[in-house]
T-cell receptor, first 111, second 114 residues
Framework: QKEVEQNSGPLSVPEGAIASLNCTYS??????FFWYRQYSGKSPELIMF????GDKEDGRFTAQLNKASQYVSLLIRDSQPSDSATYLC???????????FGKGTLLTVNP | EAQVTQNPRYLITVTGKKLTVTCSQN?????MSWYRQDPGLGLRQIYY???????DKGDVPEGYKVSRKEKRNFPLILESPSPNQTSLYFC?????????????FGPGTRLTVL
């Protein structure tokens, strides 16, 4: 069965720093990866999607994909206390119909 | 307003008493999916549907049924709930499978089975 591994954290960074969240996946055939943010008691919210090797930037967020190493990361620049949440990495495999999630990394940004 | 609604939001029930959690979306999305979220286990996919009358199993389908008779609705049915189905359940929809541009999660249903 496909696996997606994330460091559960908590990851604590000071305000203004770069937060780096990491994810590894087991299925070499996987094509697309998603990052979600989930505030405590709320539903997940999609924030980034990547399917090509390299970097993808959207505002303060950068997703990085390395298919050879089976590694996906999310960088959050200029971290804000409002970024404090659990970040979920998900692998859509080759079909996009089935999503496999990591267990999430809790990020705390300290003012 | 574009949204995914789930009902009920909270439910406490007893073992063996059949229940249905409803999910409805108002965006004419073809793809819908159910997940459960448990501490230490993360979010796991139960079932998904590519369109009306087309459904398939996710990673943890045991003990659950679904139906998709209309595009907007995707109910989750627990025919004989057991305590190990106590969990937080999320429904999601998107215009295409796991679309980047348009993907919505419902607010969640917290189910407790005694």
């Amino acid at each position: 069965q496909k696996e997606v591994e994330q460091n559960s954290g908590p990851l604590s960074v000071p305000e203004g720093a770069i937060a780096s969240l990491n994810c590894t996946y087991s299925d070499r055939g996987s094509q697309s990866f998603f990052w979600y943010r989930q505030y405590s008691g709320k539903s997940p919210e999609l924030i980034m999607f990547i399917y090509s090797n390299g970097d993808k930037e959207d505002g303060r967020f950068t997703a990085q994909l390395n298919k050879a190493s089976q590694y996906v990361s999310l960088l959050i620049r200029d971290s804000q206390p409002s970024d404090s949440a659990t970040y979920l990495c998900a692998d859509s495999g080759g079909s996009n119909y089935k999503l496999t999630f990591g267990k999430g990394t809790l990020l705390t940004v300290n003012p | 307003e574009a949204q995914v609604t789930q009902n009920p939001r909270y439910l406490i029930t007893v073992t063996g008493k059949k229940l249905t959690v409803t999910c409805s979306q108002n965006m004419n999305h073809e793809y819908m999916s159910w997940y459960r979220q448990d501490p230490g286990l993360g979010l796991r996919q139960i079932y998904y549907s590519m369109n009306v009358e087309v459904t398939d199993k996710g990673d943890v389908p045991e003990g659950y049924k679904v139906s998709r008779k209309e595009k907007r609705n995707f109910p989750l049915i627990l025919e004989s709930p057991s305590p190990n189905q106590t969990s937080l359940y999320f429904c999601a929809s998107s215009s295409v499978p796991n679309s980047y541009n348009e993907q919505f999660f419902g607010p969640g249903t917290r189910l407790t089975v005694l």
